[in-house]
């Protein structure tokens, strides 16, 4: 039976523009007929996902996501002294696993051998790529489709197993993704404002022109964020090749991430970085939703992260009622002015405890 964790999650984020739209304001979402502060699931997924506290611990089980793989290909054959025309026909035959190559320039500014869409790349993925690179050198000879074949081995990489892969052009090679990662919204409803700023230019004396060098204009906003996760634990395990050790190094190294780093857009500008101040995790086979449910009529009051907190326990709590139990288990940690309860590491244990593996 599918085994699930969900995670729920509440972050207060001062004045901030932590993911921008077309227009560099702060993305928003209407629900509940306000409108709320949004953070997608994309910006979410990439600060966890590049995060050094994610790199230190998953870091050589980690893919890269490039579209670029082709040149990178090429300037190791070059490097290994093959010639520039037999580097780029054999580069561009190995890419072509990955994707359709760019043989020249387009007008969008695509690079020739680079690939059409990005490409996630397992690390065994890439290091075949280089043995076959560097095998080629050596024996001076374009790859053989056998060969071509060693490329596309079953991937092992957690951020692959975490958020799946989709190549366009082999989709038997697909990775459906065991998490899913909801767009964080706010609980309450918010204005978004607009920071009028200048900056003086330090070798004007002011003796003609006692202006600013540059006037510019970026836009803000605060609040306090629900995030939602969903894991398929059972998935994991599969694309992980039923490894528990890494499952649970990786369901370690997620959960930190998730509760520690913020994206970094305006990082510099508004220093906006939180850690999560209540944080719900579930486990269990019942078949999981969202208690974003709990904020569609938005969060009032004086202390909007209280209010948050109980308007999302009373919710599972109305959902057994008339589902029955929603999940297996509970465990909760939270962080308030006014007191602290449980830990992240007690959440951590809960959720990797036994065997993750054994039960798939």
Same mark, same amino acid.
């Given at each position: ?47 966890w ?24 290909i090429?300037? !190791? $054959? ?5 010639? *520039? +025309?037999? =580097?780029? %026909?054999? @580069?561009? /035959? ?5 994707g ?30 280089? !043995? $076959? ?5 050596? *024996? +001076?000879? =374009?790859? %053989?489709? @056998?060969? /071509? ?7 092992k ?10 190549l ?34 330090? /070798? ?11 006037i510019?204009?970026?836009g ?33 190294a ?25 944080l ?37 709590e ?8 929603c ?34």
């Amino acid at each position: 039976m599918t085994q699930f964790i969900q995670l729920h999650a509440l972050v207060s984020y001062p004045p901030s523009n932590l993911n921008r739209d077309d227009l560099g304001r702060p993305k928003t979402a209407i629900m509940g007929s306000a409108n709320r502060l949004r953070i997608s699931s994309q910006s979410l997924k990439r600060a966890w996902r590049t995060s050094e506290l994610f790199e230190s611990a998953l870091g050589e089980h980690k893919g890269i996501r490039t579209k670029r793989i082709g040149i990178e290909i090429k300037n !190791a $054959l070059l490097d290994q002294g093959v010639e *520039e +025309k037999n =580097a780029f %026909e054999w @580069a561009a /035959l190995m890419a072509a696993c990955f994707g359709k190559v760019k043989t020249k320039k387009d007008k969008e500014g695509g690079e020739p051998l680079e690939i059409e869409q990005l490409a996630h790349i397992a690390p065994e993925e890439r290091r075949l790529i280089d !043995a $076959l690179a560097t095998k080629l050198a050596t *024996e +001076k000879r =374009a790859p %053989e489709e @056998a060969e /071509l074949t060693l490329l596309r081995q079953k991937p092992k990489a957690v951020d692959i197993a975490l958020f799946g892969r989709m190549l366009a052009s082999s989709p038997a090679y697909n990775v459906e993704a065991a998490a899913q990662v909801a767009h964080a919204i706010t609980v309450h409803a918010v204005k978004v404002d607009d920071d009028y700023f200048t900056a003086v230019d330090d /070798l004007n004396k002011h003796d003609e022109d006692a202006g600013a060098a540059h006037i510019g204009e970026t836009g803000f906003a605060s609040g306090v964020f629900y995030l939602y996760v969903c894991i398929n634990k059972t998935l994991l395990c599969e694309n992980l090749q039923n490894d528990s050790e890494l499952v649970n190094k990786t369901l370690t190294a997620f959960i930190e991430s998730m509760t520690k780093v913020s994206p970094t857009g305006k990082q510099n500008s508004f220093a906006s970085r939180a850690y999560t101040s209540y944080l719900l995790a579930e486990k269990g086979p019942q078949q999981p939703r969202s208690l974003s449910v709990a904020f569609l009529k938005p969060v009032h009051g004086n202390d909007i992260l209280d209010e948050a907190i109980k308007s999302l326990n009373k919710q599972y709590e109305h959902f057994d009622n008339v589902y029955g139990v929603c999940a297996d288990d509970r465990k909760f940690c939270l962080v308030t002015t006014e007191k602290s309860e449980g830990s992240l590491s007690e959440i951590i244990g809960f959720l990797t405890a036994g065997e993750p593996c054994s039960n798939t």
